[in-house]
């Protein structure tokens, strides 16, 4: 039996590819995790890697309330933001990651990232649009 994610509402959106980030599919974890925190002028505080993908939390220095959640898919080197519709504009805190980890099973999409082509579905329809993620730079 396939594993599940909670079913707490929580949506994907594909922003970045490791090819925005003058990487090719060959580059290493370490070479798009230090263009990542680059890019989102952010620090990387957690990130826990598997064969098909990566997770990452990263905060801005001095702002412990900012905090991205990401997701690579090492596969097709994809980074999606994970949001949880709950508000937080300004991002969470590593406390917080550390529960939405936990509760939310994150780390199953960094271990299976094709479970993030439904939730940019979710978003999709969301935003009343069939249309193909369109990528965007931060």
């Not at 997770?55 to 001095?62: A, E, G, N, Q, R």
């Not at 702002?63 to 949001?83: E, N, Q, W």
């Not at 917080?96 to 993030?116: D, G, S």
Request: charged content about 25%.
């Amino acid at each position: 039996m396939p594993e599940q994610l909670p079913l707490r509402v929580m949506t994907a959106t594909a922003i970045l590819t490791l090819d925005d980030l003058g990487l090719g599919q060959e580059s290493n974890l370490d070479q798009a995790s230090r263009k990542l925190a680059e890019r989102s002028e952010a620090q990387i505080v957690r990130w826990v890697q598997f064969p098909a993908g990566a997770l990452f939390f990263t905060l801005v220095p001095d702002d412990p309330y900012s905090g991205a959640i990401y997701v690579l898919d090492r596969k097709t080197g994809v980074f999606y933001l994970i949001d949880f519709n709950d508000q937080k504009w300004g991002g969470h805190s590593l406390a917080e990651y550390e529960t939405l980890e936990r509760t939310c099973r994150l780390t199953l999409l960094a271990r299976q990232p094709r479970l993030l082509r439904p939730l940019c579905n979710l978003r999709k329809r969301a935003q009343g649009t069939g249309s193909p993620l369109h990528l965007r730079k931060f």
